[in-house]
């Protein structure tokens, strides 16, 4: 049996159980693609984060990144959990609003935050804007003056390093298209533009190097670095960082070769390093704030599908058809994401093949995996991916014009539906019928 499966996992008859619920059922009663969250799991990360900062004594605050899964229900739990969370878009800051999630507790990030957007994010008294560029310093000193109001912000630095991830999920590299420059002296410039301006209360300074990452070095040379410009700004502007935030980007396990620390055993790494620079430059310590969002979510998640069609290929892997595919995962298909899969209806019965699962949308690259060791399956099996949980649903696209699935949270044995399938009609809402004149 797959590894990444516990043994309390397993019902009698052999079925997955997510959060006590037989997936079996739940694929049965709300149909299949399904994306089914075991919530239990999403608490207990999100408590293992807050408690090694308790530990360690330090100020804090775990802010939930919500691009890895952003609906209503997601921001309820987060808040429930005493845990912040950073928006991205009007978009997600309006399902934080109807979640009722505290606004004080709200980080708004982006690296080209329309005046529209600024101005939603100061009428609803968000926590803080992590500010990207210097653009969006006139945007928001307009916003602000117009709305005669004021604002808690954080620059947000580019701090020079290159974290080992797949090219597309590194951010903290020179190049990168967000946040300032520290070297070439953009970041020190929009320090002073910020403290020039009195609706603007500059509470600290930020880096985010990447998604995905493995190893410790990474957040270690961030926080130092965070530390030393701090440092060296208290120095030069007499401005002292009360909170310095590494960003998120803890890797996860997806398949067997992957050897992630515990996402935690990251942060304990950060803390440490923030602490020592602090005691080394007689720094006050800050608040460390966390942005983790794949980690939160990604183990909790599964993607539920009942097999189709198949293709045998002499001499090559057959191809398994499921009834989703890129429209509801993209990852395997935009970063080669590999997931491991298992035979949801039947987890005792034995491996024996190797097997191309593939999607059913019209592009030879929609395959969900290039290779799943699987027992031989038939139609009508129910398949479940592991580990979809962070930007799955979130990136899901409607191509071919299939409907987005639905999203069930399961706890302690009890199953809910949190996100309704869309049907044929939600895929024609928008559309006008165009006449001629
Ligand atoms: C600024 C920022 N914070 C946090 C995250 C969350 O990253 P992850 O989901 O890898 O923890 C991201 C995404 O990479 C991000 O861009
Ligand atoms: N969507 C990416 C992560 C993006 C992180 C956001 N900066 C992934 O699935 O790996």
Known sequence: MNSQIASSQVSPEGHLLIGGVDSVSLAKKYGTPLIVYDVGQIRQQIRKFKQVFEEEKTSYAVSYASKAFATIAMYQVAAEEGAYTDVVSAGELYTALKASFPMERVSFHGNNKSRAELEMAVKNHVGKIII????????????????????????????????????????????????????????????????????????????????????????????????????????????????????????????????????????????????????????????????????????????????????????????????????DNIRPALYQAEYETVLANNLKAREEEHVRIAGKYCESGDLLSADAFLPKTKPGDILAMLDTGAYGYSMASNYNRNPRPAVVFAENGHAQVVVKRESLEDLVRLDQSYQED
């Open 132 to 327: 990207d560029n210097f653009y969006e310093i006139k945007l928001l000193k307009e916003v602000l003056q117009e709305n005669d109001s004021h604002i808690k912000v954080m620059l947000r630095l580019t701090p020079g390093i290159s974290a080992h991830t797949h090219e597309y999920d590194q951010t903290g590299q020179i190049d990168s298209k967000f946040g300032f420059d520290l070297n070439s002296g953009q970041a020190a410039k929009a320090l002073q533009e910020v403290l020039a301006e009195p609706r603007m209360d500059m509470v600290g300074i930020h880096a985010h190097i990447g998604s995905q990452i493995f190893e410790l070095n990474g957040f270690e040379m961030a926080a130092q670095k965070l530390m030393q410009v701090a440092s060296s700004w208290r120095e030069k502007y007499g401005y002292t960082a009360k909170i310095i935030n590494v960003g998120g980007g803890f890797g996860i396990k997806y398949v067997s070769s992957d050897h992630p620390l515990k996402p935690e055993a990251f942060v304990k790494a950060i803390v440490e390093t923030i602490k020592q620079e602090a005691a080394k430059n007689d720094y006050p310590l800050p608040e460390i704030d966390i942005e983790p969002g794949r980690s939160i979510v990604g183990p909790a998640g599964y993607n539920l599908y009942q097999v189709g069609s198949r293709k045998d290929v002499p001499g090559l892997k057959p191809y398994v058809t499921v009834d989703g595919g890129m429209g």
